[in-house]
């Protein structure tokens, strides 16, 4: 079995309600995804999950030098962001494209696979 990030890609500005057109859709998407993540765990591909605060509350911490530079906000300036990420253990690249692709349909947001290097 592999680890494979499904990251979740959405817009850097949202409104009251994400990037849902209204409160009913974004409470729709949460239960798909709540239901989706409930699939991970039966079916044995959930390794952890998480939604990501704004980007705006981004610190980015630059190590390279002998004092390390600190410096609020993201690392990139984007019109998209990481807004949330699963990890799965999936048999192949096959397997977890089909499940990106029911998490994409669950959150209604464009999902990134990739696998793991596999050097950790």
């Known amino acids: 079995m592999t680890h494979y990030l499904l990251a979740v890609h959405g817009p850097a ?3 009251e309600f ?3 057109g209204s409160k009913g859709e974004m409470e729709e ?3 798909a995804t709540g239901a989706f993540n409930d699939k991970l765990r039966a ?3 959930w390794v952890f999950a998480g939604g990501l605060a704004p980007a705006s509350t981004a610190t980015v911490v630059d190590g390279r030098a002998e004092t390390p530079v600190v410096t609020d906000g993201p690392y990139l300036e984007t019109k998209e962001v990481l ?3 699963w990890v799965i253990d999936a048999p192949d690249l096959d397997v977890a494209l089909k499940l ?3 998490g994409s349909k669950a959150c209604r947001g464009k999902v990134e696979v990739r696998p793991f ?3 950790a």
Do not use: R
């Open 13 to 15: 500005e949202m409104d």
């Open 18 to 20: 994400g990037n849902y």
């Open 29 to 31: 998407a949460f239960a």
């Open 43 to 45: 079916e044995g591909y």
């Open 83 to 85: 807004g949330g990420f």
């Open 100 to 102: 990106a692709a029911e």
């Open 117 to 119: 290097d596999g050097l």
